[in-house]
Nanobody, 127 residues
């Protein structure tokens, strides 16, 4: 059974940093695409970054490019999202998601429905 367990998040002032973690089990990370999504109140959930386990290829939505970094530790089957230079508009519930169709991580956001999801974690950025 595929499981994704998230940790991290919390309250931070604008300009600050956080790290989100997504621990995966039940599958071989190398074969998967892992993505981070977020959903703010009143807005649709949006994909903001992804990484391919096979080659480490990454993609970012423009709104987070240069501020957020996705990384992985294949040995630990874990993916991280480093959030830097946080802004109040980054306030959202953040989710990690995984799918064995590695091509989901291609830079074309919003096209794919990922199969497995973490429980979500709140990030709140105060001004």
């Amino acid at each position: 059974e595929v499981q994704l367990v998230q940790s991290g998040g919390g309250l931070v002032q604008a300009g600050g940093s956080l790290r989100l973690s997504c621990a995966a089990s039940g599958f071989t990370f190398d074969d998967y695409a892992i993505a981070w999504f977020r959903q703010s109140p009143g807005k649709e959930r949006e994909e903001i970054s992804c990484i391919r386990g096979s080659d480490g290829g990454t993609h970012y939505r423009d709104s987070v490019k240069g501020r957020f970094t996705i990384s992985s530790d294949n040995a630990k089957n874990a993916v991280y999202l480093h959030l830097n230079k946080l802004e109040p508009d980054d306030t959202a519930v953040y989710y990690c998601a995984a799918d064995q169709r590695y091509y989901f991580c291609s830079g074309q956001f919003g096209l794919w429905t990922y199969e497995s999801w973490g429980q979500g974690t709140q990030v709140t950025v105060s001004s």
